[in-house]
């Protein structure tokens, strides 16, 4: 059987681990490769990179990978290997992508491509120019929640899409009295931390394929806490965003609003919903289900503060059943990336795109900043 050489970078990280090494590449080997359209099987042959080798050592014994090493450029100059992966942190991203491509290795990383919306620039830019396949990790496309939403616009069930609410978030714990379920670093501006960067990219890819493209944005963000504790105990200040409350003006007349907050209680669907409201009817999803609305089946509430509500609102919806198998959204859009590698097959989630994310971040932030709608101009790449 063929393999492919990848070269997988921060998978000792949450979700280079989780995600990407586990749940994605170890499970495409464990299926027997990645399958083409030819009916050939190519089986993936990862070599993991890091600094640290007793936890790189431990990790490929845990896992039965074969190749690991401290020595990146030693990994990159190996013609054997053809692709670079990185979910390291965001501020080294760039500069490994761009030795990566000197390498003559397609790419492929986790989101944001860059805290700095020049530098993301210059990334896509240098990947267009080298013919290599890259690509961003857009994993919300790729959630079964959202994939029923795209089959609900696509089979005409919305009429014309007005509104779109998200809500995403949870309280993560401050690291004190509770440990807390997210790094420190993401706490912390000089880390690359932030959630304005951090989901802004993602709402940018959503809202762009799902329900029109964003023209402007207006964004307010907050630091609601600003002191918390990090993995070893010790207090450190927290003066990244920790929420974020944004609105976005779509092509096609929609209006989508949507908070981010790692300062909210969850009472709601899931961790993040989206609701969809159109002339003819509306949706609401979370990460796996999504529940309908018709106009036909619409409830008439009439306002009437002096009568405890009669109507049970929840159960006036319909859930939209899972009529097929929904696979894990990273390993899904592993396979079609390595797919573009192997035969060219089509391919939306290149570094332009992960450069429109970083695009979209900066200028909430500097909506904020300005306290101002901002338009969103095209990139020129
Ligand atoms: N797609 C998503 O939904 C999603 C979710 C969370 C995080 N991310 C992105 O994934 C990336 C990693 O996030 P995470 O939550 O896994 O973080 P993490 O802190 O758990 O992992 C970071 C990784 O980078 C490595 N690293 C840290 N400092 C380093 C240094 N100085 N030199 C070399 N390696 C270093 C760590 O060893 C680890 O492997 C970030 O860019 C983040 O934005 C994406």
């Not at 329900?211 to 944005?217: D, I, L, M, N, Q």
């Not at 109507?311 to 859009?333: A, C, M």
């Amino acid at each position: 059987m063929r393999r492919l050489g990848i070269i997988m970078h921060g998978v000792t990280g949450r979700m280079g681990l989780n995600q990407h090494l586990i749940r994605s590449i170890l499970a495409i080997c464990n299926e027997g490769g990645v399958l083409l359209s030819t009916g050939e099987r190519v089986m993936p042959d990862p070599i993991i990179v890091g600094r640290n080798a007793g936890k790189l050592e431990a990790l490929a014994k845990e896992h039965g990978i074969e190749r690991w090493s401290t020595d990146i450029a030693a990994a990159l100059a190996n013609r054997d290997d053809t692709v670079f992966f990185d979910a390291g942190t965001t501020q080294m991203r760039a500069s490994l992508i761009a030795r990566a491509l000197d390498a003559g290795k397609h790419v492929y990383c986790e989101k944001p491509v860059s805290d700095d919306l020049h530098v993301a620039v210059a990334l896509a830019r240098k990947a267009k120019a080298s013919g290599l396949k890259n690509g961003v990790v857009q994993d919300k496309l790729f959630l079964p929640g959202l994939r029923k939403i795209a089959m609900l616009r696509d089979s005409g069930f919305f009429g014309k899409i007005l509104s779109v609410r998200g809500e995403f978030g949870y309280w993560v714990f401050e690291g004190d009295w509770q440990t807390a379920q997210r790094p420190s670093w993401n706490y912390r501006k000089s880390d690359g931390g932030g959630i304005i960067l951090d989901m802004l990219c993602h709402w940018r890819y959503v809202l762009d394929n799902l329900f029109g493209a964003v023209k402007s944005v207006s964004c307010l963000g907050a630091t609601h806490i600003p002191e918390r504790f990090d993995e070893n105990g010790r207090r450190y200040r927290a003066d990244a965003d920790d929420a974020a409350y944004a609105t976005f003006e779509l092509e096609g007349g929609a209006i989508a609003q949507i908070n981010s907050s790692w300062t909210v209680r969850v009472r709601r669907d899931d961790l993040v919903t989206f609701q969809v409201d159109g002339t003819h009817g509306s949706a609401v999803a979370g990460l796996t289900r999504c529940w309908t609305q018709h106009r036909v089946n619409t409830p008439k509430p009439v306002w009437n503060p002096d009568q405890p509500q009669s109507i049970d609102f929840y159960r006036t919806w319909d859930e939209v059943p899972d009529n097929q198998v929904y696979d894990n959204g990273f390993k899904l859009q592993w396979q079609m990336f390595l797919r573009h590698v192997l035969e060219d097959a089509p391919w939306d989630h290149t570094l332009v795109e992960g450069a429109k994310g970083v695009q979209l971040a900066a200028l909430g932030l500097k909506s904020w900043a300005e306290r101002r709608w901002l338009d969103v101009e095209p990139l020129g790449i």
